[in-house]
């Protein structure tokens, strides 16, 4: 940011003793933006970044669900949670995703990658799994069924071939 005073608050010294909430600066400041970005969408006509001067204020539930799109998602799954601050108070913001995606007409796969050895995939895939399990238990006497493939190493590249080396009464199985 460039500007011709010392900081935001120069507008504001010997200005209602201090008390800038009312307060209105003394002269306006010469600002300027510079601003690389790419904007994926804004429903509200928002002009952003937000110029200089401008009074913000701390989001609330319904602000983060908006701006991460989150107010509109049709066949919601839990998929995680965002914490959040009201006042002195910690907050949880549900992050839900179309379930038609994950599972159903729409999808219906995931795959997970990262760093081994740390059990966050094994983890986010069990509450992913018991989030799924709960949506859909008991709907119209249908059940969820969970197909899992380990792919280290080649175990998946020779799925299709017979296993030679399965012993006897695993193959009854």
């Given amino acids: 940011h460039v500007t011709d005073a010392a900081s935001h608050f120069t507008n ?3 200005s209602n003793f201090g008390d800038t909430a009312d307060s209105i600066g003394q002269m306006n400041r010469l600002g300027m933006n510079y601003v690389k970005a790419k904007v994926v969408c804004n ?5 952003t970044p937000v110029l200089d001067g401008k009074q913000v204020s701390l989001c609330d539930e319904e602000d983060i669900r908006t701006a991460l799109g989150l107010n509109d998602v049709k066949n919601p799954l839990v998929c995680g949670y965002l914490e959040m601050y009201q006042g002195n108070a910690a907050k949880k913001v ?3 995703l179309n379930s038609h995606f994950l599972i159903g007409p ?3 796969h995931l795959n ?3 760093i081994s050895g740390l059990a966050a995939k094994t983890s986010y895939s069990m509450f992913l799994l018991n989030a799924i399990q709960h949506k859909f238990k008991d709907i119209d006497g249908s059940s969820v069924a969970f197909v899992f493939f380990n792919v280290k190493g080649r175990d998946l590249m020779a799925i299709d ?3 030679t080396e399965l ?3 695993d193959k009854k199985i």
């Fill in 112 to 114: 997970i990658s990262g």
């Fill in 106 to 108: 729409d999808g219906a």
């Fill in 161 to 163: 071939e017979t296993n």
């Fill in 167 to 169: 012993p006897e009464k």
């Fill in 43 to 47: 429903t509200d006509d928002i002009y």
């Fill in 94 to 96: 549900k992050v839900e």
């Fill in 12 to 14: 504001f010294i010997s």
